[in-house]
T-cell receptor, first 114, second 113 residues
Framework: DAMVIQNPRYQVTQFGKPVTLSCSQT?????MYWYQQKSSQAPKLLFH???????NEADTPDNFQSRRPNTSFCFLDIRSPGLGDAAMYLC?????????????FGNGTRLTVT | GENVEQHPSTLSVQEGDSAVIKCTYS??????FPWYKQELGKGPQLIID?????GEKKDQRIAVTLNKTAKHFSLHITETQPEDSAVYFC????????????FGGGTRVLVKP
């Protein structure tokens, strides 16, 4: 089945130690998104790629970076994780950028910062 | 920018009863309204969506209604089952926003057997 796969499901990192989360998709969608979701809250968009074009949200901290080496893969890099960055990180894809193209989410990576 | 409010924040229903979740939005340009279901430990999954040229859409036990004039839309689940227990998010967007969804705050639904 075509899907969005996130690895690992659980990630523990130390305060200040860089960490990378990965996402792959078999849907061949043009757009890939990274969301941060804290407990009992709605997902918050960090940034997205439309093909190779990177779009950062205005309030996304510089500590968060992303790479999309090809259509299938996208990475979230947290350069110096703080305790406040502990959250579920969700990757999503959509076929189109506009016009209400449905989002397809992965099952997320839960990040713990010790 | 768009603002989406969702009520109630928690909803407990008896199995077999109906559940209704309501959302209001602020941007009259919004024209796409998806609903996502998020089960524990999983990512949100699209369960139904509606576009502004339609007033109602049904898919088996799930229906969504849209009132553009009042700027509100609702999710209706009939004959609820324990597997309907989850957090439900409404969202709104429009083409000029580049498909950026504005989510409501979520509703935790508990279906009691």
């Amino acid at each position: 089945d075509a899907m969005v796969i996130q690895n690992p499901r659980y990630q523990v990192t130390q305060f200040g130690k860089p960490v990378t989360l990965s996402c792959s998709q078999t849907l061949n969608h043009n757009v890939m998104y990274w969301y941060q979701q804290k407990s009992s809250q709605a997902p918050k968009l960090l940034f997205h790629y439309y093909d190779k074009d990177f779009n950062n949200e205005a309030d996304t901290p510089d500590n968060f970076q992303s790479r999309r080496p090809n259509t299938s893969f996208c990475f979230l890099d947290i350069r110096s994780p703080g305790l406040g960055d502990a959250a579920m990180y969700l990757c999503a894809t959509s076929r189109l950028q506009g016009g209400g193209s449905p989002l397809h989410f992965g099952n997320g990576t839960r990040l713990t910062v010790t | 920018g768009e603002n989406v409010e969702q009520h109630p924040s928690t909803l407990s229903v008896q199995e077999g009863d109906s559940a209704v979740i309501k959302c209001t939005y602020s941007d009259s340009a919004s024209n796409y309204f998806p609903w996502y279901k998020q089960e524990l430990g999983k990512g949100p999954q699209l369960i139904i969506d509606i576009r502004s040229n339609v007033g109602e859409k049904k898919d088996q036990r799930i229906a969504v209604t849209l009132n553009k004039t009042a700027k509100h839309f609702s999710l209706h689940i009939t004959e609820t089952q324990p597997e309907d227990s989850a957090v439900y998010f409404c969202a709104a967007t429009h083409q000029a926003a580049g498909n950026k969804l504005t989510f409501g705050g979520g509703t935790r639904v508990l279906v009691k057997p």
